[in-house]
Structures are given as C-alpha cells and as structure tokens.
C-alpha cells in the first residue's frame, strides 16, 4: 500500500537557524497536504500543493513539491521557538478524501 | 462557529470495558474520520465515512465500530477495551482535501 515517509524523525534546531524536512512518498501524489502539531495539541492545516515542482511561502516557511509529485520538503527560515511542534506531510490515497500522513518530523528549538 | 468538538478529552477504562467517543462538527462537512496517534508516531486511520449513511474501514479497524449517525455526529465505539488501544483519538472532517482537526480524547486502558 501507499507509504509516506519523512525525514528526519527529530530536528534539533538553534534558533535563528534555518533547517529543512522532507516527505518521500512511494506513490505519485496529486496533491500533498502538510499540518503543524504544537505539544499537547491537534494537528492544523498548513498548506496544500497540486502542481509538479510548486513552490508556495508562508511568511518564513518555503514548501515544494517534487517534480515527480513523490516528494516534498518544508524548509523554515530563522527558526523561531514559535516553531516548535511536530510537521505531519500527508497525501490522498486513491479514492475518496482519506489521506495516508508520514510519521512526522518533531522540531525541537534551542534558545 | 466551534469547528469540529469531541468529548471526552480524557477517560481511563479497564480492560474489557466499552466507551463511545463522541464527535460533532458545525462545518457542514460530507468527510468524516477517525485516526489514532500513539506517542511519537504520525496518525493512523481507523474508519472513514463519506457522507452521512457510510462508513469504511481505515488501516486499523479492529476492535473499533463507528456511527455516523447524522451529517454532524460520528462516534467510535470500542466495545471491549484493551490496554493495545491507549492513544489519544483524533476526529477531523473535511469538505474536500483539507482536514480539520478536533482537539483530541486521550485514552488510557489498564
């Protein structure tokens, strides 16, 4: 069946720093979804991209989508402690709405 | 406008015990879903419901029914409680692709 994997499982980051997560999927994707988790709480939509090689900013975050539409990445800029959380990337599954999410990146941010 | 609510946010059970989680969203939403998320891991799906009337299983049903018992509502039972089923339960809805979450229903099973 369909995978999503992500990479890494922990992010260690020095605030100020930039870093980048990536999403590998072992199917092509029409879209990818990414989601933000604070600690203690539920996930939130962040983005969605559709087109092959699509790259959309919000504020400090870049996200891309592979020109194959099998992977992805999230890159933060100047990270913040604001920025702390677990990043969940998300792809449909064939049918329906129902989506297969990767196991998340937790970023952990050093003041 | 509350977005997508669930009670309760915390319940310990006993093994062998049942409970419903409730969950109700005021979005209008046809998708409805129900996930589980064990420490340290991404979500997984348990069952799915399309539009009122429907259901369908995820990656892991076992051990979990469901009820969409109108647009709104859709609840998940576990008729028999194993410690396997500690987590904290997710319900989201959705129009099209994007998921909203509720807040969350931690789960302990002894």
């Known amino acids: 069946g369909q995978q999503v994997m992500q990479i890494p499982q922990y992010q260690h980051v020095q605030e100020g720093e930039d870093f980048t997560t990536y999403c590998n999927s072992s199917t092509t994707l029409s879209n990818i979804q990414w989601y933000k988790q604070r600690p203690g709480g539920h996930p939130v939509f962040l983005i969605q991209?559709?087109?092959?090689?699509e790259v959309k900013k919000q504020k400090r975050l870049t996200f891309q989508f592979g020109e194959a539409k099998k992977n992805s990445s999230l890159h933060i800029t100047a990270t913040q402690t604001t920025d702390v959380g677990t990043y969940f990337c998300?792809?449909?599954?064939?049918?329906?709405?129902?989506?297969?999410f990767g196991g998340g990146t937790r970023v952990l941010v050093k003041p | 406008n509350a977005g997508v609510t669930q009670t309760p946010k915390f319940q310990v059970l006993k093994t062998g015990q049942s409970m419903t989680l409730q969950c109700a969203q005021d979005m209008n939403h046809n998708s409805m879903y129900w996930y589980r998320q064990d420490p340290g891991m991404g979500l997984r799906l348990i069952y799915y419901s399309a539009s009122e009337g429907t259901t369908d299983k995820g990656e892991v049903p076992n051990g979990y029914n469901v009820s969409r018992l109108n647009k709104r509502e859709f609840s998940l039972r576990l008729e028999s409680a194993a410690p396997s089923q500690t987590s904290v339960y997710f319900c989201?809805?959705?129009?099209?692709?994007?998921?909203?979450f509720g807040p969350g229903t931690r789960l302990t099973v002894l």
């Open positions: 991209l559709v087109k092959s090689g």
């Open positions: 998300a792809g449909p599954k064939a049918a329906g709405n129902k989506l297969t």
């Open positions: 989201a809805s959705s129009l099209r692709e994007e998921q909203f």
